[in-house]
């Protein structure tokens, strides 16, 4: 059984082809598959001989909603969906005034380890499919009856290391018979893969490039990031040169400030100093609490980032959503696996 909703419209008209079916019967399998369509019984406009050829041959991806959390603060929705295979992972809607983001995840866990972070702490258990990437995209939408502008992959997993099928993604929900989200709508975000940020370079593609740095010096990155002894800092921001001279796009480093680790003005000092010569911006994220770490959130926001604009560097402190929701990803997870129960 092949996953035909990771299919691209080509490969999908070239597969009808092959069955002897007239070419624009992908465009019509496809545009079902792009609505959320669960069932080849659904597709209405095909023969029934060929929607029974279909289901021979091919599955459909749908999550099932394991659990779903609406805060009461701001409105922000956050899922847990159960996948084929019993797997769960997680997608939060947000609501901003220039439209409604999705922030998706792309691997089921996470292999990446960085200290403070919840989705990484039992490890990555496989990736995504281009179409469970999708679905969260498509089902959010209709469960939530609201259109989606923009998506975020700043969820579950380190996209750059399912970058195939994270491509694959982006293939699919961008396409105009499908979801038609333009690339200036996404964002990835990486913990810094090298080669995951040169290959995108490579691609040019005019997505937001989103670095998890959270530290300026080797030091203390390697301390709360392992991916860092494999890529460190300085080989990191050259490669956001790179990436910023072959896209031209400006680079968002994420930064959540953990008290006494990563906030003093000399880091500050640092970053700067790093930053520029490079049309980077700087997201200041108060640091989540989270369980099972060690680490606590700083209170030395504000003054980081007046440090760092005495430099011309420019930082925002992101506004934190569904904080009565564990809307963080890995959070909601990580309470379904164990079974804890909710606050
Ligand atoms: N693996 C990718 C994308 C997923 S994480 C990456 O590392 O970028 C999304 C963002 O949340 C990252 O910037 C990550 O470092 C940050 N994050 C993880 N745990 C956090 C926590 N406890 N508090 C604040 N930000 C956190």
Known sequence: ?????????DELSGALAA??????????????????????????????????????????????????????????????WRLRDGNCIETVLMSYHHG???????????RMGCRFCASTVAGRVRDLSASEMLDQVLFTRLDSGMEISNIVLMGIGEPMDNL????????????????NIGMRHISLSTCGVIPGIDRLAELGTQLTLSVSLHAPDSTTRSRIMPVNGAYDVDELFAACHRYFQKTGRRISFEYAMIDGVNDSDAQADLLAKKIRGMPGHVNLIPLNDV???????????????KRLESHGVTATVRRSLGGDIDASCGQLRRKEMEGREEA
């Open 1 to 9: 059984m092949t996953d035909i909703k990771s299919m691209t419209l």
């Open 19 to 80: 069955m002897g079916e007239p070419e624009f019967r992908g465009k019509q399998i496809f545009s079902w598959l792009h609505r959320g369509a669960t069932d080849f019984e659904a597709m209405s406009n095909l023969p029934k001989t060929l929607r029974a050829k279909l289901a021979e041959a091919y599955y459909i991806t749908a999550p099932a909603v394991a659990r779903k959390q609406v805060s009461r603060l701001d409105g922000t929705i956050k899922y847990l």
């Open 100 to 110: 409604n983001t999705v922030c998706i995840s792309s691997q089921v866990g996470c």
């Open 164 to 179: 195939d099928a994270v491509l694959r993604f982006l293939t699919l929900v961008n396409h105009p018979d499908g979801l």
């Open 291 to 305: 369980v099972e770490s060690e680490f606590k959130p700083s209170r030395r926001i504000a003054a980081f980032q």
